[in-house]
């Protein structure tokens, strides 16, 4: 779609006006193909395109910004921003975005030099695991299928929701956890399940059939078990240091003859918004049974 232009507005042809912006015709078509900079006139005639001279900046400026590998949405955002302060505060939260995401493989790479180069123990060795006896629960739970980077914020959405329901179900009865179903990573699902202890069964069962259907909440009663645990702190659940945590317990457990009866879980204890890196917020746990 073309701007409108008064006919007295000079006009540059796409070579003189990509000669001025530093750019190619090509890639000035393809701006144009992914409605980033739309030609101020298309000839009907012969489709020459021409622009305006003051489009050049804005011309520089999408190049720029792909240069940053920015997604083509996000780059109409900023452009086409109220007011440059906005646009600039576009461009911060992307690059916060793209620094988590580095800083997770940055993370991830040197956990997996550590597996390739023999030091599993090493990083094993840091965990301190033992077990613990559960009693029975009733629970009210949710679950999702959700890929890594879904998870950190469907788990605090998720167990709000479910402990601010648990007022309808007797009150919260014990500490809230997700069991994994199936891995959860960035090519797997799952499932997920975010699970709230309650006090009373047959009120969580109204209540599931009831307010609780919309987001398909079920209920059930967990046997008494045995689990097998590392407590780790909140700098140590961010992906992937929470995978050394898993695979401790879990050589931990071949070594004692130990066999997982139930998936994985982590076991939120801890007021998450109140706890530093460094506090423990978190139990890695896996069900488990003598051989």
């Not at 452009?79 to 646009?87: Q, R, T």
Request: charged share 25%; with cysteine.
């Amino acid at each position: 779609m073309t701007e409108d232009v008064g006919v007295d507005e000079e006009l540059l042809a796409i070579g003189a006006f990509a000669a001025r912006a530093r750019l190619s015709a090509k890639a000035l078509r393809l701006y144009d193909r992914l409605g980033l900079l739309a030609p101020a006139r298309v000839d009907g005639d012969t489709g020459y395109r021409f622009y305006r001279a003051d489009q050049v900046a804005r011309a520089r400026l999408v190049a720029l910004l792909r240069q940053l590998d920015m997604p083509l949405a996000r780059i109409a955002e900023v452009v086409d921003a109220d007011d440059p302060a906005a646009g600039a505060e576009r461009l911060a939260a992307y690059w916060a975005d793209v620094e988590a995401r580095h800083a997770r493989q940055r993370t991830l790479a040197e956990y997996l030099r550590g597996r390739l180069s023999g030091r599993s123990s090493e990083m094993y060795g840091t965990f301190t695991v033992e077990t613990v006896e559960v009693p029975a629960q009733v629970l009210i739970t949710e679950s999702r299928h959700l890929l890594a980077e879904e998870l950190p914020s469907w788990i605090g959405a998720a167990l709000g929701r479910l402990e601010a329901a648990a007022g309808e179900c007797g009150g919260v009865a014990g500490v809230p956890f997700v069991a994994y179903h199936a891995e959860v990573s960035t090519e797997s699902d799952g499932p997920a399940e975010a699970c709230v202890p309650v006090a009373d069964e047959a009120a969580a069962r109204a209540w599931a059939a009831g307010a609780g259907r919309a987001r398909g909440t079920t209920v059930r009663v967990e046997p008494a078990l045995r689990l097998a645990r590392t407590r780790i702190t909140k700098a140590q659940v961010a992906h992937p240091q929470i995978l050394a945590a898993f695979e401790a317990v879990e050589r931990w457990m071949e070594g004692r003859g130990l066999t997982p009866t139930g998936p994985c879980r982590e076991v939120y204890f801890a007021d998450w918004e109140a706890a530093g890196p460094q506090d423990p917020v978190c139990d890695v746990a896996f069900p488990v049974s003598l051989r």
